[in-house]
């Protein structure tokens, strides 16, 4: 801190938008600046690099990320000039940000009533877009000198691994192969986001995607199999049928709470708690999401659904198109596993039930006892055959 009340760091951001009108505008300025002085200037994105010290040079193997890479490229003659008094590059850097990035969500907006009172119909949003490209030190004197900053990672993940070459359990193997050969489009949407959510924080995904991805993950499964109206009322109903534990239950309901209670995609807040925090960069988020902590959860709720689905069989009921005996066959194992269709010339629903198990018992090596229940749907051109869980 320069103890001169006056700014200490001044930051340049290129701006891009459809009406930009030089002059002092709220707490910064927008100037039109040539690309060549912008190369003069040595304008450039706020440059990143992966941490090498004496942990990198130990490990071998790691993965790190960094929490701060730049997604867009911005040219332009335009810049929005931010002056701010701060302790530090980092406080300052991150002051200067929330004020540009405030600015331009209001020059969003402004935008889009100056298109509409001008041309009597509404605009598609088209954002005001910045990019910090130099950051200058001043002096009491207000004299700008160049400053070098570089965001660095500072994190390591799973360190020296693989520290196994096979798996802990002799099932697991099994189990790999049997999920990954299962067809189900529901099971493969919930992982796909399972997944996406867990390596968000690698692939720089923004704090609220990954906890959507996360409990979206949990709300495909709930949804296929129940049509309450009630998300809390889907839940108990599907506790029951994939046997998820009263804990299990009870921490998705307090995740449904904590991202719906303010209509809000991530945080049960009544304000942004970010506004709060003093000036930092890479600027915090404002998610309070304890998705962490339950990731178990959603796992357990993708292998409990595939526990369930593996051992439940849709049967479609067809007449044989020859003199062939009664057979099972698979509609397409391709796209979805345990779809099955029986050719059979018997309407009698109490010998057709018969005879499905009978064949059902030889086609998949099982015994009778296995077989839970069949269920047929109207008009006995469907079946549903449910087995005991086989883990």
Same mark, same amino acid.
């Given at each position: 801190?320069?103890?001169?009340? +006056? ?5 340049? #951001?290129l ?18 600046? !040539?690309?060549e ?5 040595s ?5 990143s ?7 990198t040079?130990?490990y071998?193997? *790691?993965?790190?990320?960094l929490?701060?890479v730049?997604?867009v490229?911005?040219? !332009?003659?335009y ?12 406080a300052a ?17 402004? *935008?889009?009533?100056?298109?509409l009172n ?7 949003? @088209? ?5 910090? $490209? ?9 004299? %700008? ?15 020296n691994r693989?520290?196994?070459s ?7 193997q099994q /189990? ?6 299962f067809h189900?489009?529901i099971l ?5 986001y ?13 704090p ?5 991805d996360?409990f979206k ?5 709930i ?15 599907v ?10 239950k009870?921490?998705i309901k307090k ?11 991530a ?18 988020d404002n998610?309070? /999401?304890?998705y ?5 959860i ?8 595939f526990?369930?689905?593996? $051992?439940?069989?849709?049967v479609?009921? %067809? ?11 698979t509609?397409? #194992? *391709?796209s979805n596993? $345990?779809?099955?269709?029986f ?6 629903k109490?010998?057709?039930k018969?005879k499905?198990k009978e064949?059902?018992?030889? @086609? ?7 077989i839970i %229940? ?6 006995? +051109?469907t #079946?549903?055959?449910?087995?005991? *869980? $086989?883990?």
């Amino acid at each position: 801190m320069n103890y001169q009340n +006056k700014p200490n760091y001044r930051i340049y #951001a290129l701006v891009i938008g459809e009406v930009l009108k030089p002059g002092k505008l709220f707490d910064c300025e927008i100037k039109k600046v !040539s690309f060549e002085e912008q190369k003069q200037r040595s304008f450039s994105p706020i440059q990143s690099i992966f941490s090498e010290n004496d942990l990198t040079n130990y490990y071998k193997t *790691y993965a790190s990320s960094l929490r701060y890479v730049d997604p867009v490229l911005i040219k !332009s003659e335009y810049v929005i000039i931010c002056d701010i008094e701060e302790s530090d590059i980092n406080a300052a850097l991150g002051g200067s940000i929330r004020r540009i990035d405030k600015i331009c969500r209001f020059l969003t907006l402004a *935008y889009g009533k100056d298109f509409l009172n001008h041309t009597q119909r509404n605009s598609i949003l @088209e954002p005001y877009l910045y990019q910090v $490209n130099k950051i200058y030190a001043l002096d009491v004197k207000g004299n %700008e000198s160049d400053l070098e900053f570089k965001l660095e990672s500072g994190n390591m993940y799973l360190p020296n691994r693989p520290e196994l070459s096979e798996w802990r359990h002799k099932d697991t193997q099994q /189990f790999l192969e049997d999920i990954f050969n299962f067809h189900d489009e529901i099971l493969e949407r919930a992982v796909k986001y399972l997944y996406r959510s867990s390596i968000g924080n690698f692939v720089k995904d923004s704090p609220e995607k990954i906890v959507l991805d996360h409990f979206k993950s949990m709300e495909i499964i709930i949804d296929s199999l129940s049509n309450k109206k009630d998300f809390k009322n889907r839940v108990d109903e599907v506790a029951k049928i994939i046997f998820l534990t009263d804990l299990e239950k009870e921490k998705i309901k307090k995740l449904w709470d904590d991202r719906s209670k303010y209509s809000d995609t991530a945080h049960p807040s009544q304000y942004d708690q970010t506004e709060r925090y003093p000036n930092q960069f890479p600027l915090p988020d404002n998610v309070s /999401f304890s998705y962490f902590f339950n990731d178990s959860i959603t796992v357990d709720v993708c292998f409990k659904y595939f526990l369930y689905k593996k $051992n439940l069989f849709l049967v479609d009921i %067809e007449r044989p198109f020859s003199g062939t005996e009664e057979n099972f066959g698979t509609v397409n #194992a *391709y796209s979805n596993s $345990n779809h099955l269709y029986f050719e059979t010339s018997e309407k009698n629903k109490i010998e057709l039930k018969k005879k499905i198990k009978e064949k059902f018992v030889k @086609e998949f090596n099982i015994k009778e006892s296995d077989i839970i %229940e069949i269920m047929f749907g109207q008009g006995v +051109k469907t #079946a549903t055959l449910r087995i005991k *869980y $086989n883990i």
